[in-house]
């Protein structure tokens, strides 16, 4: 079973307003479109195929009755809750949804789905996709969702470049090389990892900017890393303040080396 890194989600009050700083920046985002069954709107910004999406609340009374979309139960207790903004959720791409729902059952995890979806862009044009939501009985291991789209990824991807969304960036060509999560168990987390979706995994290094143990497993697209933090420092703070998360978006070929804290999260340039 083949998979790929689709996207991370951001939950953001206003998606709108992370428009100006990613552009000041250098980064390219534009407004997404409206999930009107769903009550739930964003921007994008795209590495390719590899994207992040600022997520908001456009009608809570709405979003507030989607209790299988774990993905809007989680936007609705951090965001309208909460008010906790910042990186929250990783989308991975599956052409085999079905089979993944039946795997995942037979592990023992509780699954909801798949689901269908759709976002109507500002041109009118609805996007459809399918949605599935594993989740541990007891929470261990915050896991990913996965998603299936409507249409392959050669038709996404030239639909994507004909309106101008890749190669935009005024840095040049960024690429999304990972994406960290903060975790209290690395060795917990990756044995998890690797048992539920057969995952690479590189070797364990020091990341002295986070201060935290990482590493790396390998996925088509955009890999994720993972850290447990060893001392003060940004990994340490993320854990404390909103437990665990994915936190760190890693961009190389930016021709500059630069970490910062942006809308809520860490952001590294390579």
Not at 15 to 20: M, N
Not at 129 to 136: A, Q, R
């Amino acid at each position: 079973m083949d998979f790929f890194f689709d996207h991370l989600v951001w939950f953001f009050t206003k998606p709108e307003k992370a428009i100006l700083p990613l552009k000041q920046k250098g980064i390219h985002v534009v407004k997404g479109g409206r999930h009107e069954s769903w009550g739930t709107y964003n921007t994008l910004t795209y590495f390719g195929l590899s994207y992040i999406e600022f997520l908001g609340i456009e009608n809570l009374s709405i979003a507030e009755k989607h209790s299988e979309n774990r993905l809007i139960t989680q936007i609705v207790e951090q965001l309208a809750k909460e008010s906790r903004e910042g990186p929250a959720k990783v989308a991975i791409r599956t052409n085999q949804i079905e089979e993944l729902a039946v795997k995942l059952k037979a592990e023992g995890l509780t699954v909801y789905g798949p689901l269908t979806g759709e976002r109507v862009r500002d041109d009118g044009h609805v996007i459809r996709w399918s949605l599935l939501f594993p989740e541990h009985k007891e929470k261990k291991v915050s896991l990913p969702f996965f998603i299936e789209w409507e249409k392959s990824d050669e038709q996404r991807y030239s639909e994507i470049d004909d309106q101008g969304l890749i190669g935009s960036h005024i840095l040049g060509q960024p690429k999304l090389e990972s994406v960290g999560f903060v975790v209290n168990n690395l060795d917990e987390t990756l044995e998890t990892w690797k048992k539920l979706f057969g995952l690479k995994q590189g070797e364990e290094y020091l990341d002295t900017e986070i201060n935290a143990r990482c590493r790396i497993v390998k996925l088509n697209g955009t890999n994720l890393l993972f850290c447990t933090p060893i001392g003060d420092g940004p990994a340490a703070k993320v854990i404390k303040e909103k437990g665990e998360t994915p936190f760190l978006v890693n961009l190389t070929d930016m021709n500059q080396s630069h970490f910062f804290e942006m809308l809520d999260g860490y952001w590294r340039f390579q």
